[in-house]
């Protein structure tokens, strides 16, 4: 096949979310001659910066965790400092006080004395909600953080005898946020994974780091501009209609022109890539079909001088109170030109899709005045919703995800749904990318 000449090798990928950058990034490094195809004329995908009244918002409020070390490198490789783009905090789940909540805070000393002293120093959390967390945490450190037998997140906390204040006020609420996906329907294994390298790995993994900057800016602008220096060629706003195989290489064909290349990453969300494949071949489509969950985020802006006591709080979802959303944001302390902005988010937002715009943003602000207990809060200046209806897939017990692999010669897959340990999350779709890429260069060069 022409690739494995001493030419370096052409690879266009499909898609500038963050696999598809990660994926340009290490491609570009290995020698390749990379070609990025984005449909949309902002990259990032899930995870990208959105314009509204003359602010830099987000298609959803993201949170990372120390955990997510490639994300972190790759950052670094293309020229930013995540120790000044991102707020680090230690692992926490904090409520406003004066509410039926908890304030929980790891310590800053070595694991696992971190979240032991936060444990006993927690507000909250009665001594038998204490024990059974300490248990919940030795069984797990001592099981190796895996089971041999998939089963919900809600069957495995039953198990460890977890009591109803925390699984209500703990592992709901961060089982939701890891996974987008309720206890009673998500994979307790996933749930173990992102648990290993957060709770039971070094302090620093488990801290929680909050974008400074817009999530464009944060990697995918930078990984592109990097590429390009390297040669690499920029399509933005192309969408790719179909890829075809053609005499031992691909043809690329798009809204603009064609292309051959040695080399195929369809990087563009399961659904995309299912349709791009569907005619080569059906199986592999197939494989590409998933269940999703929604998550919503809504920006709502006060007065610049408002600011919480915290950059975030967690709240208590409470869908017979229409108290939808799980956690707040203020914006403000992450970037002072948001002074006054706060993001809420409702992971595994379905019930609340059901809602008119006026009637979530009357409810959310409500919630938000009654958890923090300023009345202030009811009224916002202006709001601003967004729903990403496919935001993640069900992270569901046994859920069967495709490899990078296709077994196609040249056609890869990479995305946060790939065979990986990771529930849909940026380090997820990041590492698949690099893997994709990894794998690609090897089996040219073999
Ligand atoms: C609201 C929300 C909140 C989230 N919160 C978190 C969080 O707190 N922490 C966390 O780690 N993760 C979070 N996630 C998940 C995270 O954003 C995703 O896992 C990650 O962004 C997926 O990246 P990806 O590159 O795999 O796919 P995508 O981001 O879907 O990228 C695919 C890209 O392909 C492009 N494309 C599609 N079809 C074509 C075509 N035919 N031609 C050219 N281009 C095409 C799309 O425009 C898109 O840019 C959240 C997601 C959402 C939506």
């Not at 490639?70 to 293309?78: E, G, P, R, S």
């Not at 602008?221 to 590429?227: F, K, R, S």
Request: glycine share 6%.
């Amino acid at each position: 096949m022409t690739a494995k000449t001493a030419r370096s090798p052409s690879v266009a990928i499909i898609g500038a979310g963050w696999a598809g950058c990660a994926a340009g990034v290490e491609l570009s490094r290995l020698g390749a001659k990379v070609t990025v195809y984005e449909a949309a004329r902002v990259p990032g995908g899930r995870a990208r910066r959105v314009e509204h009244q003359a602010q830099l918002l987000d298609n959803g409020q993201h949170i990372l965790l120390g955990a997510y070390r490639d994300t972190l490198k790759l950052m670094q490789a293309v020229g930013l400092h995540p120790e000044q783009c991102l707020l680090r905090l230690p692992l926490q789940m904090r409520y406003p006080q004066g509410v039926d909540g908890m304030d929980f805070i790891a310590a800053r000393l070595p694991a696992p004395l971190h979240l032991l002293v936060a444990l006993l120093r927690a507000q909250g959390l009665a001594f038998a909600d204490k024990l059974a967390l300490a248990r919940f945490s030795s069984a797990a450190r001592w099981m190796g953080w895996q089971l041999h037998v998939d089963c919900s997140v809600s069957e495995l906390l039953e198990r460890f005898d977890q009591t109803d204040r925390l699984n209500r006020l703990l592992w709901h609420p961060l089982c939701i946020a890891a996974l987008n996906t309720p206890p009673e329907r998500a994979s307790a294994k996933v749930f173990l994974n992102v648990l290993r390298d957060s709770l039971g790995a070094a302090r620093s993994a488990s801290d929680m780091l909050l974008p400074r900057l817009d999530l464009t800016a944060l990697f995918p602008e930078a990984a592109l501009a990097h590429i390009a220096k390297q040669g690499a060629e920029l399509h933005l706003g192309v969408q790719v209609r179909s890829v075809s195989p053609s005499a031992g290489r691909w043809m690329i064909h798009s809204d603009q022109a064609n292309q051959e290349v040695d080399a195929v990453i369809l990087a563009n969300s399961p659904a995309g890539a299912q349709h791009l494949v569907q005619a080569i071949d059906a199986k592999l489509a197939e494989s590409l079909q998933f269940d999703y969950e929604p998550i919503t985020t809504c920006y709502l802006q006060y007065p610049a001088a408002l600011r919480l006591p915290l950059p975030f709080y967690a709240l208590a979802d409470d869908v017979s109170k229409a108290h939808w959303a799980q956690f707040v944001f203020d914006r403000g302390q992450l970037d002072t030109a948001q002074a006054g902005l706060l993001a809420m988010v409702i992971s595994a937002s379905s019930q609340a899709q059901a809602l008119s715009h006026e009637q979530l943003v009357q409810d959310l602000s409500a919630q938000l005045a009654a958890a923090l207990n300023m009345k202030e809060l009811a009224q916002p200046l202006w709001s601003k919703l967004i729903t990403e209806k496919r935001a993640t897939f069900a992270c569901v017990p046994n859920l069967e995800r495709p490899e990078c692999d296709t077994g196609h010669t040249g056609l890869w897959l990479a995305g946060d749904y790939t065979q990986g340990d990771y529930p849909a999350t940026i380090e997820g779709a990041v590492r698949s990318g690099l893997q994709a890429a990894g794998l690609l260069m090897q089996s040219l060069r073999s």
